[in-house]
């Protein structure tokens, strides 16, 4: 379960990364942003600590002798963007 938790964790990293990474296109007022309003700001907030956090709380279920609650709490959030991958655009 530990291979399964370093992986989970290191794509919650990667969509953390992405998130931060593109922040400025949705979020922006440049030009090519989509000039997102309060609730899109705080939703992709958010979402940025629940990346951030989920490992956290899977090592330390780990560590509480939990360790398949921990993966499944750090495989969280890569399990929810492969599902919103999946979901229709809303135009």
Do not use: E, H, K, N
Request: charged share 5%; aromatic share 6%.
């Amino acid at each position: 379960m530990l291979i399964g938790l370093i992986v989970a964790t290191v794509a919650d990293l990667g969509i953390a990364l992405l998130l931060i990474t593109v922040s400025g296109l949705v979020i922006g007022s440049g030009s090519q942003s989509i000039d997102g309003g309060l609730a899109v700001i705080a939703a992709w907030i958010a979402a940025i600590i629940v990346c951030l956090a989920a490992p956290a709380v899977g090592f330390v279920l780990r560590a509480r002798g939990r360790a398949q609650l921990g993966f499944i709490a750090a495989a969280l959030p890569a399990v929810a963007g492969l599902f919103a991958l999946v979901l229709p655009a809303p135009y």
